[in-house]
């Protein structure tokens, strides 16, 4: 384990806030397939994704957070893309690249969930330099 020399560190949760919790629920477990870890008073849902948590909260604490945009890094963007399509994710478009150098590329789609949060799955490959 590295050793955190301050500043931030990696992600370890993010918060959405949605007026219908168990749409958002069914969402997230059955439609993108994420582990659900629990749901808890009042009106949150917290989801497992690898090394971060995504905390789901019902229109009951829904004023105490914003939403933020999640993206989910992907292996092979055009087989998480048909996977998602065929458990009934809607996509704004069709994958496409969003960056690209000689030694590095990033492809993004777009979807929503049921509150019309923004979503994306990203395939990166080779190096990001500035």
Do not use: C, W
Request: glycine share 10%.
């Amino acid at each position: 384990m590295t050793q955190f020399s301050g500043g931030v560190g990696t992600l370890g949760q993010v918060g959405l806030s949605v007026q219908d919790l168990d749409a958002a629920v069914e969402f997230y477990a059955e439609k993108l397939g994420l582990r659900l870890i629990g749901r808890f008073p009042p009106g949150l849902a917290f989801f497992d994704i690898g090394n971060t948590r995504l905390m789901i909260t019902g229109v009951e604490q829904a004023s105490k957070i914003r939403n933020s945009t999640l993206y989910f890094n992907v292996p092979d963007i055009h087989i998480s893309y048909d996977e998602l399509v065929s458990r009934g994710v809607v996509f704004e478009a069709e994958p496409k690249v969003i960056h690209a150098t000689d030694d590095y590329s990033l492809s993004m789609a777009f979807f929503r969930d049921p509150d019309g949060n923004v979503m994306a799955i990203m395939d990166e490959h080779g190096t990001l330099t500035a």
